[in-house]
């Protein structure tokens, strides 16, 4: 049996196509190791969103090349966002790999993978996420039609795809069938499904559609463009019982000249206004955000607003960033980077350490509540499981509990985890 080895990192939607091509390859006979050794073929999916991204697949490269002259035979497939569209300049850096393909185009993949083996597959797999444990990744628009001066991913990632609504909620029915009880929607600005498509459904459309799918307890859905988060859509999010109360919405700074540089395309007024809307409509909704600092002249009070933001909106997750320089990206080409690195450190040092005490904070609130979780995973000894709102709980039980809603009971709390007791199975859970 031919074996294969799988290197990635990045976002979601990586994990995600990464998921699909492994769920490929198995069906292709591939075997999954643990080490790159000896592995007759290395599946890169690879990041650039930071220097540091890129670094660590510049490295990994670099040792593959050494591998790969130890035995010959191995082959090596990049794939993600380190593939630009014209990989000329890479195949030339990197001459001991053998295939390069943008993220998300898998025919590339398969055709090469054809005329590899020389058969025709019939199924095509990738089209179904893997099924390990209760949740699943499922994309359901590609690219991003936006250029925020910083971010490379639209170079990488292309224009907006989405895909058709029956194509999505088929896909999802089958995974319902077999077994999965929550769903992550996957784009990198997943508020503006639907746009491409004809009849312009939109994601309150497609919500409302999934909600319908029997079997199914939980949707999610990643990520939120706070230009694009509309009554309507909010609307949906109140109303559909399936829909998790849990959105991330990133700021990416908390001051209106540094989000004007960053061509973000709202206020600081705005965002605010918008967090209050939600947390209004949607009762208990937990909102996380995205901050980057040291943004190209980002001056200390420019950071304080930032500071600000953090502390007034007492977000449930902060993911902080330091301003990194892509090539390519406006920020890069007419930006001097002026933050020094020791200083863009300080400034994120800030900001976790107002946020660790925030999210002490709230997670201390749910001490002695009842609430549901869908557990995941044990680990360690212990059930793993998510709140609708993504905290993430563990408790101790014997009996097997994969994939099951159960109700339980909050005994104590840090930052980032709560610890509970196993009450019962959710009654939710014995409807479905
Ligand atoms: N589509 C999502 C996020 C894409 S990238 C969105 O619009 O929010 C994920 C996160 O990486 C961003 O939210 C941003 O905070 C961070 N990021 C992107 N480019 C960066 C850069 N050049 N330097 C530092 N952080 C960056
Ligand atoms: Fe990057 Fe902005 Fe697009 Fe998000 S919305 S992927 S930050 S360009
Ligand atoms: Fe990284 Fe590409 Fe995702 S740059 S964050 S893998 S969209």
New binding site residues.
């Given amino acids: 049996m031919p074996t294969y080895y799988l290197w990635n990192i990045g ?1 979601q939607m990586n994990k995600s196509e990464s998921e699909r091509l492994g769920g490929y390859l198995e069906a292709e006979g591939y075997r999954l190791v643990e080490t790159p050794r000896g592995a007759d073929l290395v599946l890169m999916n690879t990041c650039v ?2 220097g540091s991204a890129e670094e660590r697949v510049v490295g990994e490269l670099g040792y593959l090349a050494g591998l790969k002259k130890r035995s010959p035979r191995m082959s090596i497939v990049v794939t993600g966002c380190f593939v630009e569209s014209k990989p000329g300049a890479l195949k030339e850096r990197f001459p001991h790999v053998d295939l390069w393909f943008p993220a998300g185009k898998y025919e590339e993949f398969t055709s090469w993978m054809k005329a590899k083996t020389l058969h025709w597959s019939s199924a095509d797999p990738l089209l179904t996420a893997a099924a390990n444990g209760p949740t699943a990744f499922v994309p359901v628009i590609q690219g ?1 039609d ?1 250029f ?1 001066t ?4 639209p170079y990488r990632r292309g224009r907006e795809h989405s895909r058709p609504v029956d194509e999505v909620v088929c896909e999802v029915e089958g995974l319902s069938r077999r077994g999965i009880k929550e769903i992550t929607l996957l784009g ?2 997943i508020n503006s499904y639907g746009h491409d498509l004809p009849g312009r459904p939109d994601l309150a459309d497609l919500l409302a559609e999934l909600n319908d799918v029997p079997g199914l307890v939980r949707i999610r859905f990643l ?1 939120s ?1 706070p230009r694009d988060v509309d009554g309507r859509f909010i609307d949906a999010m109140a109303r559909l019982g399936k829909v998790c109360e849990c959105i991330s919405l ?1 700021a ?1 700074s908390g001051d209106d000249r540094v989000l004007q540089a960053m061509r973000r395309g709202y206020t600081i007024a705005q965002y605010r206004d918008l967090v209050q809307e939600l947390r209004q409509h949607v009762p208990g909704i937990a909102i996380s955000t ?3 600092v040291g943004f190209p002249g980002e001056t200390e009070a420019e950071f304080q607003h930032t500071v600000d933001l953090v502390r007034d909106l007492r977000f449930d997750t902060v ?1 902080i ?6 090539p390519g ?1 406006i ?1 890069s080409r007419t930006l001097p980077d002026t933050t020094p690195i020791e200083e863009k450190k300080r400034r994120v040092g800030i900001i976790e350490q107002l946020q660790e005490s925030i999210a002490s904070e709230i997670s201390l609130g749910l001490q002695g509540r009842r609430i549901e979780v869908l557990v995941e995973r044990k680990t360690k000894g212990k059930w793993e499981g998510r709140t609708r709102t993504d905290k993430l709980v563990f408790f101790s039980d014997n009996a097997d509990h994969t994939g099951e809603l159960v109700d339980v009971e909050i005994t104590s709390t840090s930052p980032w985890s709560l610890q509970a007791t196993l009450l019962s199975r959710s009654e939710k859970a014995l409807a479905t």
């Fill in positions: 976002c969103v930071r991003c936006y925020c910083y971010c490379i991913v990198q600005n990520t463009h990133p990416q995205d901050i980057i993911h960033a330091a301003y990194s320089p892509r990206t920020a």
